[in-house]
């Protein structure tokens, strides 16, 4: 980009997304660079009548930004980083992961604040199935109901009587200040998150070297080795952003580097649908990790969680669940 023009900083034009996007230009400015936010309509964001998987699938609200990149239209797009398909689109590049946030998922509840407390049959929101396979393991007697939407949205149908509770991202809650509305948390083992949740992913052109250089003062390491960990090991099960596979990756105290992972099945009650669950550690050894020991650790940590997945029958979970989506 040249020295006198603005960073053009696309967004998709949801609440959340340009809460996001604002929140990156704010840091950005804070680093000197002059920078403008473009908002770019999706699919994804048209559509709230469709489930995901009909709009395309994978990449759904990535697509269109990712166009005006190619096209030269902006210069960086912002991204939740879970909604990224973990195949690079040729000529772009992630530029910078920002620190994440809360990686976890949380219950907003009308009628009771857990999901424990809910009561028998009580309708529960949600579209997402990783979060549908988790919550017949935890509660087969609710009643799940497909919810899509802006998080205003989901938050106005609960509200108005047509839920007892919905499960969303607490980083989006979070992000909205709306921290106030979360009544539980829900954290692995119990509740796996979707992989690299609760963190963004900032895009440019890879031959861009004035917006990698301009993105390079948001880096966070840490968070960085994590989304590679938990990336590495959904590309490793050849699993999709939209695939029931749940992950949790994170730098220890200690500096060593923990990834857990989650394959679920989609079998309905009565049948008890599988729930694969796997842990491995990179310690550090002679003192931190840099950065680059720390990412390369990081995919080979994925690789070997992936691996210990598929020993123990992932392989033969996701194709049933693929066979049940055709």
């Known amino acids: 980009m040249p020295d006198d023009r603005p960073l053009r900083v696309g967004t998709r034009g949801s609440a959340l997304a340009r809460t996001q996007t ?78 994440r946030a809360s990686a976890f998922d949380a219950v907003v509840g009308r009628t009771a604040p857990t999901l424990v407390g809910l009561r028998p049959g009580a309708v529960v929101g949600t579209s997402s199935v990783r979060r549908v396979a988790q919550l017949r393991r935890l509660r087969p007697d609710l009643e ?82 994590a989304v590679v960990a938990e990336r590495r090991m959904l590309a490793a099960l050849a699993g999709g952003c939209l695939a029931p596979i749940g992950g949790w990756a994170r730098v220890e105290a200690t500096g060593d580097l923990m990834l857990g992972g989650c394959v679920l099945g989609l079998d309905a009650p009565p049948h008890v649908a599988p729930c694969l669950q796997v842990e491995a550690r990179r310690r550090r050894t002679g003192g931190d990790f840099d950065e680059v020991s720390l990412v390369a650790a990081a995919g080979e940590l994925g690789d070997e969680v992936a691996a210990m997945l598929i020993a123990r029958g992932a392989d033969q979970v996701l194709a049933s669940v693929r066979r049940t989506d055709a």
């Open 22 to 99: 604002e929140w990156v230009a704010g840091r950005l400015r804070e680093h000197g660079v002059a920078v403008t936010v473009e908002v770019v309509s999706t699919r994804g964001d048209e559509r709230h009548d469709l489930p995901i998987a009909r709009l395309g699938g994978d990449g759904v609200f990535v697509r269109e930004l990712e166009q005006a990149l190619l096209d030269g239209r902006i210069d960086a797009a912002v991204h939740s980083l879970k909604d990224m398909p973990t195949l690079e689109t040729p000529g772009l590049a992630i530029a910078c992961v920002p620190e």
């Open 144 to 225: 799940i109901v497909p919810l899509r939407g802006n998080v205003d949205t989901r938050l106005r149908k609960l509200d108005g009587g047509e839920f007892d509770a919905v499960i969303l991202a607490a980083a989006g809650l979070e992000r909205l200040g709306l921290t106030g509305r979360i009544t539980e948390i829900l954290q692995p083992p119990t509740f796996w998150p979707a992989v690299s949740q609760g963190a963004l992913a900032i895009q440019a052109r890879a031959d861009d070297e004035a917006a990698h250089g301009a993105l390079g003062h948001l880096e966070h390491a840490a968070t960085r080795a």
